[in-house]
T-cell receptor, first 116, second 111 residues
Framework: NAGVTQTPKFQVLKTGQSMTLQCAQDMNHEYMSWYRQDPGMGLRLIHYSVGAGITDQGEVPNGYNVSRSTTEDFPLRLLSAAPSQTSVYFC???????????????FGSGTQLSVL | KNEVEQSPQNLTAQEGEFITINCSYSVGISALHWLQQHPGGGIVSLFMLSSGKKKHGRLIATINIQEKHSSLHITASHPRDSAVYICAASVFTGTASKLTFGTGTRLQVTL
């Protein structure tokens, strides 16, 4: 199993450009989520999905869009990049969102995004 | 105030020392996760707890639900333990689970 595959690893954008961060998992997990990690702050939830066709907003959803057409894929779209979106982004998957004490969380390797 | 607080923020230890990292949370949780993030970014799940204690090798995690507090202990620390350790509280909202993360404890173990 590959686990959680997240691409790209690095990206530089100009203000106003759009892009999609890709996330795929091969563990048949229902729950997938996107986080951003900024210096001095904990990871913050952007959007999450509890299954194909179901998505919901997290703590910091503005400027981001998601869809979940298959169980495996959960892409994150930046609609019009802004410097405030400069961050490290992580995709994660698990069986039910980390609700169970026997449930493991799996993270992608991260995307370092700079918006100029 | 963050719902999940970690201490200390930074920790330097010599090889072989016993290390404790603390995590306090102010919300009702369904599970508490400990994660490890190495330089270069990758995040790995270490433990998931809802009660008591778990052990894996030199790592021990405990949780006290009444006091809303968890600790991660590393026995006989080694330079390869140098990383950022993050605790995350899983809260079930009735429709889905959401994780709230601490800001992390940066551990440096020297020879």
């Amino acid at each position: 199993n590959a686990g959680v595959t997240q691409t790209p690893k690095f990206q530089v954008l100009k203000t106003g450009q759009s892009m999609t961060l890709q996330c795929a998992q091969d563990m048949n997990h229902e729950y997938m989520s996107w986080y951003r990690q900024d210096p001095g702050m904990g990871l913050r939830l952007i959007h999450y999905s509890v299954g194909a066709g179901i998505t919901d907003q997290g703590e910091v959803p503005n400027g981001y869009n998601v869809s979940r057409s298959t169980t495996e894929d959960f892409p994150l779209r930046l609609l019009s990049a802004a410097p405030s979106q400069t961050s490290v982004y992580f995709c994660a998957s698990s069986y039910s969102g980390g609700n169970s004490a026997n449930e493991k969380l799996f993270f992608g390797s991260g995307t370092q995004l700079s918006v100029l | 105030k963050n719902e999940v607080e970690q201490s200390p923020q930074n920790l330097t230890a010599q090889e072989g020392e016993f290390i404790t990292i603390n995590c306090s949370y102010s919300v009702g949780i369904s599970a508490l996760h400990w994660l490890q993030q190495h330089p270069g970014g990758g995040i790995v799940s270490l433990f998931m707890l809802s009660s008591g204690k778990k052990k894996h090798g030199r790592l021990i995690a405990t949780i006290n639900i009444q006091e809303k507090h968890s600790s991660l202990h590393i026995t006989a620390s080694h330079p390869r333990d140098s990383a950022v350790y993050i605790c995350a509280a899983s809260v079930f909202t009735g429709t889905a689970s959401k994780l709230t993360f601490g800001t992390g404890t940066r551990l440096q173990v020297t020879l």
